[in-house]
Each structure stands twice: as structure tokens, then as C-alpha cells.
């Protein structure tokens, strides 16, 4: 069974600085795709980063850029220049499609804290 | 639509009474899915549609949750005999599938639906 980890119930930083989230997960799958969402206090879900497994090289989306270490199946999200509306809940995901089937498998979730 | 359209927001039901949930997912995507969220975790699967089919039901917790999706577009989340731990922010999200794993998923902003 795939599973995602996400060690860090709370985060915080100060603004302008950076903070980085972890995220460990469990596959035997050779070819996936890993996700980070942000949930603000709105409850929206909204896509911060992806990662296909196949690629070596770090996906970056502006101030927000992920160490992904595939044999370690670690995938660590880094937010640059914190601002405050970087508030929000963070979700790690792990998507796989196999036997006809799509599933996003979520972890629990990273408070993050950005203190002015 | 622009986005996931999720109907009723929130729902606030009698244990025992039956619910039925909306989605109607972005104009032209295939795929749709149903998420469960409870306060404080990231949300779980529950179940997939690839068009009207019912590819993967994996994550029903029991018989009362049923879910279709007859024409391939909106699709409706049916509990029936609620029960309190049904409490929950039901999510739909939808994506273009056609079986590529890294279309992105939109996600709706969810029923809150609390059972007393």
C-alpha cells in the first residue's frame, strides 16, 4: 500500500525567511507523481508543486522549489522569501494510476506559521 | 463551469436521514473524483469515475455510501442512514485523465455536511 508521511504536525517562520516541509512516502511503483497542496484557511485546495518520478531534476514554481530524493523517497517542499498568505496547511500527495484506477494518497498535513 | 462546482456547502442532517451530495466537475474532464476530509487531516480517497465508469469504489467506507455518475458528467455522493462520524467536508476533483497520471486535479471546495 502506498502511504505518505508528513513528520511535521506544526512549522513556523518568520516572514522573509525559509522553511522547509518534509514528506516521506512508501511505493513499490517505478512511475508516479508527487504533489504539494496548500490549504488556507478558506479550505481551498490548491496545487503548489508536482514532481514527476522520472525526472532527476527539482521542480521549482517561483519562490517554491522541492528536494526530491527518489531513493530515498523523500520529497521535501521549500518556500523562499516567506510571505504571510504562505499560512496555511500544507499537503503532501502521491498519485499512481494502475488497473484503470487514479488516486491521489494524501498525508496528514503541516500547519505552516508565517510570524511577522 | 471555470471550476468544481460542490452543492450544498454545508448540510446539516438528522442522524438517520439520507444525504445526496453534487459535483459537477470542469467542462470537458473525464476523470472525477470523491475525497473525505475530516478536521485536521488531509483528505482521503473514496472513490474514481473514468467518464460514467465506476473505476475504482476502493475507498467507500461501508454500503451506505453509493456515488454515480450517469452521463459522465455530474455526479452525486449519496450516504444513506447517516451516522455521526459521518461528519465530514466531502471534496469532489476533477481532471482531463485519459490515463495520464500528471494531469493536474482541481479540487472543489468541498460539502460540509455535519450529522446530529
Known amino acids: 500500500a502506498q502511504t505518505v508521511t508528513q513528520s511535521q504536525p506544526e512549522m513556523s517562520v518568520q516572514e522573509a525567511e525559509t522553511v522547509t516541509l518534509s514528506c516521506t512516502y512508501d511505493?513499490?511503483?517505478?512511475?508516479?507523481?508527487l504533489f504539494w497542496y496548500k490549504q488556507p484557511p478558506s479550505r481551498q485546495m490548491i496545487l503548489v508543486i508536482r514532481q514527476e518520478a522520472y525526472k532527476q531534476q527539482n521542480a521549482t514554481e517561483n519562490r517554491f522549489s522541492v528536494n526530491f530524493q527518489k531513493a530515498a523517497k523523500s520529497f521535501s517542499l521549500k518556500i523562499s522569501d516567506s510571505q504571510l498568505g504562505d499560512a496555511a496547511m500544507y499537503f503532501c500527495a502521491y498519485r499512481r494510476t494502475q488497473g484503470g484506477s487514479e488516486k491521489l494518497v494524501f498525508g496528514k498535513g503541516t500547519k505552516l506559521t508565517v510570524n511577522p | 463551469g471555470a471550476g468544481v462546482s460542490q452543492s450544498p456547502r454545508y448540510k446539516v442532517t438528522k442522524r438517520g436521514q439520507d444525504v445526496a451530495l453534487r459535483c459537477d466537475p470542469i467542462s470537458g474532464h473525464v476523470s472525477l473524483y470523491w475525497y473525505r476530509q475530516a478536521l485536521g487531516q488531509g483528505p482521503e480517497f473514496l472513490t474514481y469515475f473514468n467518464y460514467e465508469a465506476q473505476q475504482d469504489k476502493s475507498g467507500l467506507p461501508n454500503d451506505r455510501f453509493s456515488a454515480e455518475r450517469p452521463e459522465g458528467s455530474i455526479s452525486t455522493l449519496t450516504i444513506q442512514r447517516t451516522e455521526q462520524r459521518d461528519s465530514a467536508m466531502y471534496r469532489c476533483?476533477?481532471?482531463?485523465?485519459?490515463?495520464?497520471?500528471?494531469?493536474?486535479?482541481?479540487f472543489g471546495e468541498g460539502s460540509w455536511l455535519t450529522v446530529v
Open positions: 511505493t513499490s511503483e517505478s512511475d508516479y507523481y
Open positions: 476533483a476533477s481532471s482531463l485523465g485519459g490515463g495520464t497520471a500528471g494531469n493536474t486535479i482541481y
